[in-house]
């Protein structure tokens, strides 16, 4: 008869992968590479945002695009017409990318020369705001369509980001109940530190704000 | 699936501390869940079906599974109450100024092996 015993382990989760996030934080901190976790819902418009930025930016920085998705290559496709480096991850079934998933897929890409990479995590809001990837800042883009209640049904998601992109602003024509003043507010009551930025990955209207709101950050983040 | 990311978390962590406890059976996993973690306990149960058959270690454990209650605390009057009954709205004075005090975490409460 095996003698089994109680172990006290009393770990969090969490905690572990935060502390893990961390420790990535870190480690990137020393290569010079900003790493960006971009999060939104599926079809908010990531991957055309992210085209146009890397547009806008790909002459003046080294940059690198990780499409995190369930299955598929579509994404990753998408973004090396652009001429940038990307790489596909696959989560295998899962919702969301962890900071262990992430260096993985850092290690694997070979980020040390890079200056920006994006980190285009699952399609979701709710599953990928627990979690910290070890990102060097967090962005989430909400489109017009989807309506400004949003931030009252995923709170978590508008708390943890540094940037808000409130994309698809060429539509507010025709999405006229959706309110920029109502959602500004809603998310600065959760997070009154987070940057808003209205713009259209269509037109590229607000994309020379954002596009400066990612130059001063890495230049800052270089020094 | 989050509650498949979660269990993974779980079996690497129990793993490591069945190795520096030397043990190579594990009877039972018992996690504390938060009320309002966003954790679903019956598919961490059926997670864990699915992912224990993956681990020599953990086949035959079993997962157990500890509610932590959802507490808010009113900032104005002091009093704390049910999160998931009363929400953001203070029940004894109606205030908004609340904030979450326990029950969103997630963690490994003890591990029952030889």
């Known amino acids: ?223 | 699936m989050h509650e498949l990311g979660i269990i993974v978390h779980v079996m690497r962590t129990v793993e490591e501390v069945a190795a520096e406890n030397n043990l190579t059976e594990i009877r039972s996993v018992t996690c504390e869940i938060g009320e309002v973690s966003g954790v679903v306990p019956e598919y961490m149960i059926d997670c864990w079906g699915y992912a224990r058959s993956r681990s020599e270690l953990l086949k035959d454990s079993e997962l157990k599974i500890e509610i932590i209650p959802g507490v808010t605390m009113c900032e104005d009057c002091g009093k704390t109450y049910s999160t998931v009954q009363y929400a953001k709205i203070c029940p004894h004075c109606g205030s908004s100024a609340t904030y979450l005090l326990e029950g969103n975490g997630f963690s490994i409460k003890e591990i029952e092996g030889a």
């Open chain 1, 1 to 223: 008869m095996k003698d089994f015993k109680v172990i006290e382990v009393k770990r969090s989760i969490f905690e572990d992968n935060n502390a893990d996030a961390d420790k990535l934080r870190a480690e990137l901190k020393s290569e010079g590479t900003f790493l960006l976790n971009l999060m939104s819902s599926p079809g908010a418009g990531k991957t055309t945002t992210l085209k146009r930025t890397i547009s806008m930016l790909k002459d003046e920085m080294k940059i690198g695009v990780m499409e995190a998705d369930i299955d598929s290559d579509v994404d990753a496709q998408a973004i090396s017409e652009t001429g940038v480096r990307a790489i596909q991850i696959h989560t295998g079934g899962m919702c969301h990318l962890d900071a262990d998933m992430t260096r993985q897929g850092i290690r694997e890409f070979g980020t040390k020369d890079l200056d920006f990479v994006v980190l285009e995590n699952v399609g979701n809001l709710v599953c990928p705001a627990e979690f910290d990837t070890g990102s060097t800042k967090n962005a989430m883009i909400l489109s017009v369509p989807e309506g400004d209640d949003k931030p009252l049904k995923y709170p978590l998601m508008f708390s943890i980001c540094d940037v808000v992109l409130i994309n698809k602003c060429d539509t507010l024509s025709v999405f006229d109940d959706f309110s920029k003043e109502a959602v500004k507010e809603r998310i600065l009551k959760l997070n009154p530190d987070a940057k808003i930025f209205f713009v259209s990955a269509k037109t590229g209207e607000g994309f020379d704000e954002w596009a400066d709101w990612i130059r001063t950050e890495i230049s800052e983040y270089q020094k």
